[in-house]
């Protein structure tokens, strides 16, 4: 064979082979497209909204509300409750629990509602609480838990000191 013959069958390999490349990519790209969107035909439906989505009553942020038991272990842990305070404060955390969620998302008064719930409970339990566990509670953001207790930055307020 002549150098420009052998130079011919060179490059006509060549753009075989960058032609058999390319389709094994697009045929890759095709296949993963195809069963990714299978997927998500054939994915069941779930009640939970996406991750940062709005729930009901929610603020966004996929954050789910704490349950009376775990608000109650957290202030166990926080305050180093007795077992006679943790059954004072149990009922409550659970009646608080009931009026927040008996309020519907589409209520105007809502926020008013929930805030006086809340209100209400952290009297009730401040009442059981010795006045080293007040101060502590008080330190912790009572049952907001540090956000926006006390010289919290409201939405739209100034900083504090200001």
Do not use: C, W, Y
């Amino acid at each position: 064979m002549t150098g420009r013959a052998t130079s011919t069958i060179k490059q006509t390999q060549m753009k075989a082979n960058k032609l058999g490349f390319a389709g094994v990519v697009a045929l890759s790209g095709l296949i993963a497209f195809a069963s990714v969107s299978v997927a998500q035909t054939n994915a069941p439906a779930t009640n939970a909204p996406a991750v940062g989505a709005r729930g009901p009553g929610g603020r966004g942020g996929g954050r789910m509300a704490m349950t009376p038991d775990a608000q109650l272990k957290q202030l166990t842990e926080q305050l180093t409750l007795t077992a006679d305070q943790q059954a004072k404060i149990k009922p409550v955390l659970e009646d608080m629990s009931k009026t927040i969620q008996a309020i519907t998302p589409d209520d105007a008064d809502r926020r008013a509602k929930m805030t006086t719930a809340r209100e209400d409970a952290t009297k009730k339990i401040v009442e059981v609480l010795t006045a080293e566990q007040k101060t502590k509670f008080e330190e912790n953001g009572g049952l907001r838990g540090g956000r926006g207790g006390r010289g919290g930055r409201g939405p739209g307020g100034p900083p504090p000191g200001q």
